[in-house]
């Protein structure tokens, strides 16, 4: 699992996961839950 998150940091240029999450929201891959 470690080499999957290396490998979206470097393919989205995230920070850490926090940003990855940030992605997801504004790209729309996850919706807020309700």
Known sequence: AKA??????TK?????RVHLVII????GLVSPPR
């Open 4 to 9: 999957h998150v290396a490998r979206l940091f």
């Open 12 to 16: 989205l240029d995230a920070r850490d």
């Open 24 to 27: 997801a929201y504004e790209t």
